[in-house]
């Protein structure tokens, strides 16, 4: 019951830095792109950008930390999976998301 | 009107005339008594506080004494079923073992310091946790909560809202001493943190007291006793 406790605590924290971070990067593109850019333009002013960088390692953390919480619930109510074998899938799962949001990340930001 | 009665994986059709100021539990007695005497279902008080005879009415659940067919009757039927989440022993009689065994597992149980030679605790009655309390004391445990709740369906070993909502006025009695284990009882896969909102039980009520708000207190109460480490 510890863990249970514990897992809400990090997807309503999760949550939280989601709700902010979802609000920038909208705000982000919907500002950068008014007058039209190409991909290579996003680049030129991304790429090295330590701030960006460190902002988008973060959000790809709550997205590492928030959705498995979420897809472990789905998994337990809707198709009654639950014990070691949905955790072990859902570490997989975070590792996945963690690792292609962390290549995205490198590609733009590094 | 039209009355279909589930009975077992069947729906049985009577015609059961209509009066002022029917009830639904009005209209089972009717067909108990007049039509068909074979028909089980459950009742005591008739008045809206035992509990007892709670049944799904045109597909919610609802407390049959006090709802009158004037507002649940659609196109002059009506159709009756058992609650939603429980086994069902016969016709409209379901068996609610599992129901109030969870308000045990969720330390329903009050539990104080005082022997009878003492004088009464004082509790402020303007403080908050007497409102808290106040506001969800009055379940008279008739299982509606339960049966509208989804998250019931999906995890049966879930406690409900039913038992969280009596977990909650133990848990703002200043006279309970059990506070510590009552956290723990009600936090888990099959506790406060599992329910999702969805306000099925408050909408249902027919008390009109909000489990919801009781379990999302419930869950602050939990949170923060596992970041003091006291869970």
Same mark, same amino acid.
């Given at each position: 019951m510890r863990g249970e406790? *514990? +897992?809400?605590?990090?997807? *309503?924290?999760?949550?939280?830095?989601?709700? +902010?971070?979802?609000?920038?990067? +909208?705000? #982000?593109?919907?500002?950068?792109? *008014?007058?039209?850019?190409?991909?290579?333009?996003? +680049?030129? *002013? #991304?790429?090295?950008?330590?701030?960006?960088?460190?902002f988008y390692s973060l959000f790809v953390l709550a997205v590492t930390v928030h959705a498995p919480i979420g897809l472990r619930a789905v998994l337990g109510e809707w198709l009654g999976w639950r014990g070691r074998s949905r955790a072990l899938a859902l570490w997989l799962f975070a590792m996945v998301l963690y690792a292609l949001g962390m290549r995205a990340v490198l590609g733009v930001f590094a | 009107m039209k009355v279909r009665v589930k009975r077992g994986e069947a729906f049985q059709q009577f015609e059961v005339p209509r009066e002022p100021s029917q009830t639904v539990l009005d209209v089972v007695t009717h067909i108990q008594r007049h039509l068909d005497p074979?028909?089980?279902?459950?009742?005591?008080?008739?008045?809206? /506080?035992?509990?007892?005879?709670? /049944?799904?009415?045109?597909?919610?659940?609802? %407390?049959?004494?006090?709802?009158?067919?004037?507002?649940?009757?659609?196109?002059d039927e009506l159709t009756v079923a058992p609650l939603r989440n429980l086994p069902v022993i016969r016709d409209l009689v379901t068996d609610m073992r599992g129901f109030f065994d969870k308000w045990a597992?969720?330390?329903?149980?009050?539990?104080?310091?005082?022997?009878?030679?003492? !004088?009464?605790?004082r509790v402020a009655p303007q403080s908050e946790k007497r409102g808290f309390a106040d506001a969800a004391i009055e379940c008279i445990g008739c299982a509606v909560c339960y049966s509208a709740c989804d998250v019931v369906a999906w995890n049966p070993d879930y406690l409900g809202p039913a038992a969280?909502?009596?977990? %909650?006025t133990l848990a703002n009695d200043e006279r309970d001493t059990?506070?510590?284990?009552?956290?723990?009882?009600?936090?888990? !896969?099959?506790?406060?943190?599992a329910c999702h909102t969805h306000l099925s039980c408050t909408e249902r009520c027919p008390k009109a007291l909000s489990p919801t708000a009781g379990i999302a207190g419930l869950k602050r109460a939990v949170a923060a006793a596992a970041l003091r480490g006291e869970l």
């Open positions: 406790t *514990r +897992l809400w605590l990090a997807q *309503r924290a999760s949550a939280a830095v989601l709700a +902010l971070c979802v609000l920038v990067h +909208l705000a #982000t593109i919907v500002y950068a792109v *008014r007058g039209g850019l190409s991909g290579a333009e996003i +680049l030129a *002013r #991304t790429q090295g950008n330590a701030a960006w960088f460190a | 074979t028909l089980a279902y459950r009742y005591a008080c008739r008045v809206g /506080m035992c509990g007892s005879c709670a /049944m799904t009415v045109n597909g919610a659940p609802r %407390w049959t004494c006090r709802t009158h067919v004037d507002k649940v009757v659609r196109n597992r969720a330390r329903g149980q009050f539990q104080g310091a005082r022997t009878r030679s003492e !004088d009464f605790a969280l909502n009596r977990a %909650w059990q506070q510590a284990a009552r956290l723990r009882a009600v936090a888990g !896969d099959a506790g406060c943190h």
